[in-house]
Structures are given as structure tokens and as C-alpha cells.
């Protein structure tokens, strides 16, 4: 019985092996030292344990870069999953928690050495018990001679247990390409059935049907530059917003710092008279951010408050902040990049007051969505994993988190890979919450590689399911955080570069539905298949719109119906 199981799990394991690529860690399990390398770090194997019965314990750490690690045989280019389990064994009096994190070292062949991080894990405790590390990379595009993976991050006084670690490699050109187009087709549009009955003697060549889409309900929308939307001088930057997006965000002028620079001294005019204006002109709002929980995102008076004083202010400030904006818009980001830093955790000492602002947020208002916003999470993966943990932390407190924000800062000149989208994609939608893009820009100096790279990424993020709405961190050059080479638009009059037209020709082109059907040809019934959102159907004859057989109709995630009867 017992080899039978065994020879069932060799025959799963040699299949899985042969269609991800292949396990490249050695005794993963750590069952044994053996393959182990423990550099300037004290390695026994313990029969405390996440899989297998055994585990490996670090102890006698000379730094926080020290800890046992692995070779592995990467390839250039390639890409890779790591996981590893970690359990802490004792904290640190004072600390909050410890970060835990995956180290590449690699020697390429011309002698050149380059530490590449990994993943990343901010605050990890002893009381976590065992913690999951995880991230899907790519090896660097450079011929590579040998690759180390060490884990390590901890202050040299933790010790910390190690299991079931595994490096296995994806393919490129997994396919994203066939499963985005298969999403955008079943995901994104719905039937229109159009039946037609016709009175009288109607000469059927002559009749056309023609399906328009109007408006689209994917939110595809920008980040708003208050002082420029607001400048009557730019009324060029305020019909672009409203003739291409559905969705605003303003980029500076709701955040804290700005709404009270100095304590008791407000600042809501600009922000809300923008949000009214973007609302008047049919946008939605999402609004960023509550608090901003990184070193040099807290302003001067709030950093000099502590304990209850602080508390205090937070709460009054998100009430007062919400107080203001209720109704007005769809979403907040509560606690921005709180992966990145956690000052306000810190200076109250506080683990768990990564859980009070949205305890706030959702008493002040149980209908705005609520939202966690950072970065590292998809363009670039470190801490995909680690924001997976806390979306759960959070889900399971229970404290109104919505869904999670990714901002998509794609690095100066980088091509946006849509398989490491898709698979950073799918470990988010194991949380079961929906996903934003929400701060999408890319930097190629080149327009047309530009172009390319937008309708790259474009068309992963639109081709995965998880992913509910997309926002672009500017698109004028005039006005962008990145600077000339990110803009789709440049100039005084907002001039199109390649990159706009082709992030045009995807949302208000290929996105959109637009089909003339001939009855001679079609038949009496039919099907469009068409992208969500609002519809017209017209009716011509030899070439003559007939006005009141025109129908209107929003198309959802149910097919749609159109019942026509021509006659003139
Ligand atoms: C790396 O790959 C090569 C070629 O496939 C193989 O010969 C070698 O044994 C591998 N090394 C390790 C450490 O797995
Ligand atoms: C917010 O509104 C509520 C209900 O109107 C009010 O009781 C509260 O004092 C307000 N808070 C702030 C900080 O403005």
C-alpha cells in the first residue's frame, strides 16, 4: 500500500515536473542539510516542520544577510517561482517585526556579480508561526555563470526554522496571449441577440442594423492634476479627461498632507471643487489616500504627535476627510503603501494598527469601497506575497478591505512581461478580492516601443479576470510625474505621440463594438457579440436612418435581447 502511494506521488511528481519546468532546489524539504550552504550561519535540521518531518534551523547569524541559501541553475531571461517557508523563533525587544527576504546572487560569465531581491516581507513575527515567502522573478538578461538564493533579512539575533522551499521555472509564452484574448472575449462582452421581423414588401438588402456602443462600463481612467483641471487655461487637459476616461483620481490634493499641512489648517476647496467637476462631467472618483504609512509621506506637526494624540488625529481626520467626500466617491485608499513603510505602526508601537484606519473608514462610511494601494506588487513582485498575507490579515479582521490597488510604476525603459503579470495576477486572485490597476505609467524614450509596451500591459491587465478597473498615473507630458518619455499625449494642444494612438485604437476601437449588419445577409436573427456598456441600435433603410426604430440598451455580464420590426 505504502509503495503504491509512493509510486502515485513519484508519477504526479514527475508530471508536474515535466510541465512547470522541473524542480530546481535540492532536498526542498530540508529533510537533511544535505545541498544547504549555511555561510556565517549555524544550520541543524529540526523536527519542528510545515512539510516533510523535519525543517532547517538558522541560528548564530553574523548579520541580517546571512542565512542558509542554495545554488540553483537559472538561465537568462528566464522566469522563475520561489517559495520558502519561515517561521521565526524569537523577536526582537522594541521591533515591531522582522523583515524576511529572498536573495539572487548572481555571477554572470564575464566575472560580473549582481544581488537581485527577490521577495520581500515587512514585519514578520514570532507569533506568525509559519510564514509563506513567494514571488514569481525573472533571472537577469545577462549570461549567467552561477545563481545563489539565500534567506536571510532578520536581525543576526532571530533565529528562524526553513521548509519547503522550491524554485521551479515557468515558461515564457506560457499562452497569456490565447488566455488573455479568451478573457476579454468571455469576461469582457455579452451576446446582443437582435431578432428582426419585417412588415410589408422590404427589399432585405437594403436594411441595415447597425449595434453601437456608445459609452463603455470598464473603468479606464487617469490620475488629475487639481491645479492644471482647475486652471481656466487648460480646458485642451480637461476635454481629454472627459472625452477618453471614466475614472479620475486626483494625484496629490486628498492626501492628508495636503488637506491639513499644518495642524487645524484645511485645504478642501481645490480637491472637492475638482471632484465635482469630474462627477458633472459623468466621471468617478476614487480618492487617495486616507493615510500614507511611508517615512517621508507624513508631514512635519503629524510626525511630532504620539500615542493617543496621533490616534486621535487619525481618527478625526479620516471622519472629518470622509465627512466631506461622502457619497461623492466610489473609493479610498486607506492606508497607502503600508508594505513599503509602517511609520504609524511604529510610532505607536502597534502591529495592529494596520487594521484601525479601515475600522475608521468603514464605521464613517460602510458604502465606499475600501482599498489597499502599493507598489512591488505586480509591474515588479517582491512583495507579492507579502501583500497577499495582509490582504488576508485583513479580510479576516473583517474591517470593510474591498480590494487590492497595484500601481503598475513600470521602471525607466522596462518592457512590462504579461507573464509575470498574469502569474502575480493569479496569486492576488487566490484572495478572492478584485484588483485595480491604479497607478499604471511606462518610460520608453522611444514612441513606438512605448506603444508597444502600453498595449502589452494593457491587454494583461484587461485579459485577467481579477482586474476590475485600470487607472493611468498621467498621459500628458505637460503634466507627469514620469516626465516626457511616459506621456500618450504632448504639447500645448496635447498633441498624440504613437503611444496615445494606441491606447486609443485598443479602448475606443478594438474595446469598443460597432457592427452594421445587412438582413439579406444576417438573417432574421442574430448575434453581436459586444463589450460591455451602453448600446444604440439604429435601423436604415436604403440608406435612411429610421428614427423611431431606434433602441437603447446597457449591456452586463447577461446576454441582451433586441426585439426589432422593420417597416416604412
Ligand atoms: C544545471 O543544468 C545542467 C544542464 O541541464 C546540468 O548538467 C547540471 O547538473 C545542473 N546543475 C544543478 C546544480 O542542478
Ligand atoms: C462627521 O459627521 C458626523 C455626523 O454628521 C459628526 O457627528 C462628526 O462630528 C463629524 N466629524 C468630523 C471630524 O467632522
Not at 447597425?210 to 491645479?227: E, H, M, R
Request: aromatic letters at 10%; hydrophobic letters at 40%; charged letters at 20%.
Amino acid at each position: 500500500m505504502a509503495t503504491a502511494v509512493h509510486r502515485l506521488f513519484w508519477l504526479v511528481s514527475v508530471l508536474v515536473n515535466v510541465c512547470s519546468g522541473g524542480e530546481l532546489l535540492h532536498n526542498g524539504d530540508l529533510e537533511s542539510l544535505d545541498s544547504w550552504v549555511c555561510y556565517k550561519v549555524h544550520c541543524e535540521i529540526t523536527t519542528d516542520h510545515h512539510c516533510g518531518h523535519h525543517s532547517l534551523k538558522a541560528s548564530q547569524r553574523s548579520s541580517d544577510g546571512s542565512g542558509p541559501g542554495q545554488s540553483f541553475n537559472a538561465t537568462q531571461g528566464w522566469l522563475y517561482m520561489v517559495t520558502a517557508w519561515v517561521k521565526l523563533l524569537n523577536d526582537v525587544p522594541g521591533k515591531l517585526g522582522q523583515p524576511l527576504s529572498l536573495m539572487a546572487d548572481y555571477t554572470f560569465t564575464d566575472g560580473h556579480r549582481h544581488y537581485d531581491g527577490v521577495v520581500d516581507y515587512p514585519l514578520a513575527q514570532k507569533a506568525d508561526g509559519w510564514i509563506q515567502l513567494q514571488a514569481a522573478f525573472k533571472a537577469p538578461n545577462r549570461a549567467i555563470k552561477a545563481a545563489h538564493m539565500t534567506i536571510r533579512g532578520p536581525d543576526a539575533a532571530v533565529d528562524f526554522l526553513l521548509d519547503c522551499a522550491s524554485i521551479t521555472n515557468i515558461w515564457h509564452g506560457s499562452g497569456w496571449r490565447a488566455s488573455a484574448d479568451k478573457v476579454i472575449h468571455d469576461v469582457r462582452q455579452s451576446d446582443v441577440n437582435i431578432h428582426v421581423t419585417t412588415q410589408g414588401k422590404l427589399d432585405k438588402s437594403n436594411v441595415q442594423i447597425q449595434v453601437l456602443q456608445k459609452k463603455k462600463s470598464f473603468p479606464i481612467g487617469t490620475v488629475v492634476n487639481a491645479w492644471h483641471y482647475d486652471d481656466q487655461k487648460q480646458s485642451r487637459y480637461r476635454s481629454f479627461i472627459h472625452d477618453h476616461f471614466n475614472w479620475a483620481v486626483h494625484e496629490s490634493t486628498m492626501k492628508w498632507k495636503h488637506i491639513e499641512p499644518f495642524e487645524g489648517r484645511y485645504h478642501f476647496e481645490l480637491p472637492l471643487r475638482v471632484l465635482g467637476a469630474l462627477k458633472k462631467n459623468g466621471l468617478k472618483v476614487r480618492g487617495h489616500n486616507l493615510i500614507w504609512s511611508t517615512n517621508v509621506a507624513v508631514q512635519d506637526w503629524v510626525k511630532h504627535l504620539s500615542g493617543d494624540h496621533l490616534r486621535n488625529a487619525v481618527e478625526h481626520h479620516i471622519t472629518q476627510t470622509m465627512n466631506q467626500t461622502r457619497g461623492k466617491l466610489e473609493h479610498w485608499d486607506v492606508n497607502n503603501e503600508n508594505l513599503q513603510g509602517q511609520w504609524y505602526q511604529e510610532r505607536l508601537n502597534d502591529f495592529n494598527f494596520e487594521l484601525t484606519p479601515f475600522r475608521i473608514a468603514h464605521h464613517n462610511d460602510p458604502h465606499v469601497k475600501l482599498f489597499l494601494n502599493d507598489y512591488n506588487i505586480v509591474a515588479h513582485g517582491k512583495m507579492t506575497g507579502a501583500y497577499v498575507a495582509q490582504a488576508e490579515r485583513l479580510k479576516k479582521a473583517n474591517v470593510g478591505l474591498y480590494g487590492l490597488g497595484v500601481q503598475c510604476h513600470f521602471y525607466n525603459e522596462e518592457a512590462p512581461d504579461p507573464d509575470l503579470i498574469k502569474i502575480r495576477l493569479d496569486m492576488l486572485a487566490k484572495t478572492g478580492l478584485p484588483v485595480w490597476v491604479t497607478e499604471f505609467n511606462i518610460v520608453a524614450a522611444d514612441e513606438n516601443k512605448r506603444a508597444e509596451f502600453v498595449e502589452t500591459a494593457m491587454r494583461a491587465f484587461y485579459g485577467h479576470p481579477v482586474v476590475e478597473g485600470i487607472l493611468l498615473w498621467g498621459f500628458w507630458d505637460q503634466s507627469h510625474s514620469r516626465g516626457p518619455h511616459a506621456a500618450l499625449v504632448k504639447g500645448d494642444n496635447l498633441e498624440m505621440t504613437a503611444a496615445g494612438h494606441r491606447f486609443l485604437d485598443l479602448w475606443e476601437n478594438q474595446w469598443m463594438t460597432d457592427e452594421t449588419r445587412v438582413l439579406s445577409k444576417s438573417g432574421s436573427q442574430f448575434t453581436v457579440r459586444g463589450f460591455h456598456g451602453d448600446y444604440e441600435v439604429h435601423v436604415r433603410y436604403q440608406g435612411k436612418d429610421l428614427g423611431n426604430l431606434k433602441q437603447t440598451f446597457t449591456l452586463g455580464e447577461t446576454s441582451h435581447t433586441v426585439n426589432i420590426n422593420v417597416h416604412v
